[in-house]
Nanobody, 124 residues
Framework: QVQLVESGGGLVQAGGSLRLSCAAS????????MGWFRQAPGKEREFVAA????????YYADSVKGRFTISRDNAKNTVLLRMNSLKPEDTAVYYC?????????????????WGQGTQVTVSS
């Protein structure tokens, strides 16, 4: 099973930017479809973005489309989430996740491995 570690979270003002990174180890990242999810206090974990194994296809939640960009570098076993024009409602713990089987990229239940999460706080 692949191990995932997120980094890059922090406190930023509304309108600012952050770049989250997910470092994978244990198995080649190229075997996995990768996703980012987030969870705010008192809310369910929600889909943010996903990227196919070779990076050819990307998927975004409507709430982040046009502001966030997911990318991957399989040679470096890394997945990035660039977040621009951040809003207070983007405040959450952000999780990186990996799935090896086909199926919907939008549901957290389809992912086998998860990182520990990184906090993103956007102040107004």
């Amino acid at each position: 099973q692949v191990q995932l570690v997120e980094s890059g979270g922090g406190l930023v003002q509304a309108g600012g930017s952050l770049r989250l990174s997910c470092a994978a180890s244990g198995r080649p990242l190229s075997s996995y479809t990768m996703g980012w999810f987030r969870q705010a206090p008192g809310k369910e974990r929600e889909f943010v973005a996903a990227i196919s194994r070779n990076g050819a296809s990307t998927y975004y939640a409507d709430s982040v489309k046009g502001r966030f960009t997911i990318s991957r570098d399989n040679a470096k076993n890394t997945v990035l989430l660039r977040m621009n024009s951040l809003k207070p409602e983007d405040t959450a713990v952000y999780y990186c996740a990996a799935k090896i089987w086909s199926g919907s990229v939008y549901s957290p239940s389809g992912y086998e491995s998860w990182g520990q999460g990184t906090q993103v706080t956007v102040s107004s």
